[in-house]
């Protein structure tokens, strides 16, 4: 009786009733019967009073009562309709077709969000196919309502998923709902052109403002299919370039000069690259040591920290004048990879600039690719990309 009781709490169903509750070894079984003549078409979802005959009584499974094992049994109705032929009857428990109830099913898609995908056949005694299956159908009916969203400022960026030169994936990411959009296979121009083609023309020229690194091959493809959208390349991406130069000034100090020079440089590089406001008072005693036995280092360290008050103006045209006097400064310098530096910078110039007017970074995006290689880690990697793709889809849409 109390068996009865709680799953008439836990499961509830128009149209029928609970006719029995066994236990059945180590699962609970839960009969369901009709209470009314008529029954619901699975193909078209009309009532239909005509029913052809009574199908063998067929099991679904639910989700456990007290840690064990529930299933749902019923003889599913075939009806006679006009317009499908002969359908066997929808039951309000579960989809068409499907062995699984909609509560076990959002309970699969639960877990799978937050463990790995053999975690959670581990966990509900699954094969790793009929979870996969779930994952791709619930991914298919959100996209269809993710992509119909309006887009006008988004983010393009590139993730390594594994070992190799060639495991990327391009992500799509939507400033204003901050989600992703889109995930597609490889960071070459065709991925990002195989986005816009799925977006379509229409909507590609209602895109506003695009950020991403600057990868020529993103640069190309938005050009090409948003000619009215604007570029602005992300400023951690740029700083990461001018922290590699001064890391090459570092490496060629360190060849060019030897004994106790060499040793003083030697193991110094997080030291040079870290902003000095963020150095503890020890740190700052080292790096100054460091600075003043070498001249070459001190003008690539004060050139970084200079650089860093691009990132305050709020107008392009203010911004383009600083960078005009950075360079006056690099003249003189003989450090050449701080001045390849800027000519990398004025190549790219309208989109280096832009941070000034929008203010706009990947920083959200680069996030969002810490959870796909934590995805991707957790499950010893994927062999094949696409369900990798789907996964990242699951845990990034609510």
Known sequence: MLVSILTEQLFSAKGWRIAATTRQGERVVVNLEPTR??????????????????????????????????????????????????????????????????????????????????????????????????????????????FRKPLRVIGVDEVSYGRGKRKY?????????????????????????????????????????VTMDMWQGYIGSVKAHAPLAELVFDRFHIERYLTQAVEEVRRQEFFRRRGVYRDAVRGKKWLLLTKFRRLRRRKRRELMALLAMNRRLFKAYLFKEQFEHAWTYTTEQGMRAFLQRWRRLLNWSRLTSLIAFYDLLMRHIDGVVAWARHRLTNAALEGNNARVRAISQRAHGYRNPNNLMLVLYHASWR
């Open 37 to 146: 003549a008529n029954a619901i078409c699975s193909g078209c979802g009309e009532v239909k009073t005509r029913i052809h005959d009574v199908k063998a009584a067929r099991a679904w499974r639910h989700t456990d009562c007290w840690n064990v094992p529930t299933l749902v049994r019923a003889s599913a109705r075939r009806v006679r309709c006009r317009h499908c032929g002969v359908r066997i009857e929808q039951v309000p428990w579960a989809r068409t077709k499907s062995r699984f109830t909609h509560a076990f099913e959002a309970e699969v898609l639960r877990r799978a969000r937050d463990c790995s995908i053999s975690g959670v056949c581990r966990q509900l005694g699954l094969h790793w196919t009929s979870v996969m299956r779930l994952i791709e159908r619930w991914v298919e009916e959100s996209a269809a309502r993710q």
């Open 169 to 209: 994936l391009t992500i799509v990411w939507d400033h204003t709902r901050a989600r992703v959009v889109w995930i597609g296979q490889g960071r070459e121009r065709d991925t990002l052109d195989a986005f816009f083609a799925k977006l379509g023309p229409r909507r590609s020229r209602r895109i506003r403002v």
